[in-house]
């Protein structure tokens, strides 16, 4: 059970690392084209489709590192499956069409308990963006005069 936790904890804290520089990497890309944001509501939502897609990416190297994890540890076949079974964990669907072995079934919850809080991050970010892209439009639907810009 410690060498599960240790497994799961060591992967746990790969993950962060990933979103966090994915999270990083979106909030510039927000911030770098904040302009686009500023001149249409397609470019609002360009940008922030944009920004989706890169959270949406930076869940799926999560999934990856946790599906390497699970083929390293013999648990299936292929990296295909152990892939998908790692979407299942990380994503909290629990289909139950596969289940790891006894010796390492901790790591499943251990994964469903980072894939919450990763998301969660993500639907911040997200969130944070969007409401941002918001304020912007509402802000210039009030004041048409203003041109462009941040009122700071």
Not at 52 to 79: C, H, K, P, R, S
Not at 88 to 105: K, Q
Not at 109 to 126: H, R, W, Y
Request: hydrophobic fraction near 55%; proline fraction near 1%; include cysteine.
């Amino acid at each position: 059970m410690l060498t599960n936790l240790l497994i799961g904890l060591t992967t746990m804290v790969a993950c962060l690392i990933v979103q966090g520089i994915l999270v990083v990497a979106a909030l510039r890309y927000f911030a770098t084209h904040y302009n686009a944001v500023n001149a249409t509501i397609w470019g609002a939502m360009r940008v922030t489709t944009g920004l989706m897609l890169l959270l949406i990416v930076g869940n799926l190297a999560q999934v990856a590192v946790w599906g390497l994890v699970f083929y390293l540890l013999g648990e299936f076949e292929d990296f295909a499956t152990a892939f998908y079974h790692s979407g299942v964990n990380f994503a909290t669907l629990g289909y139950g069409d596969m289940v790891m072995s006894e010796r390492h079934r901790l790591l499943g919850p251990l994964e469903s308990i980072n894939g919450v809080l990763m998301i969660g991050i993500s639907t911040a970010a997200l969130s944070r963006a969007f409401a941002e892209a918001v304020k912007v439009r509402t802000r210039r639907a009030v004041s048409p005069s203003r041109e462009g810009g941040r009122a700071d």
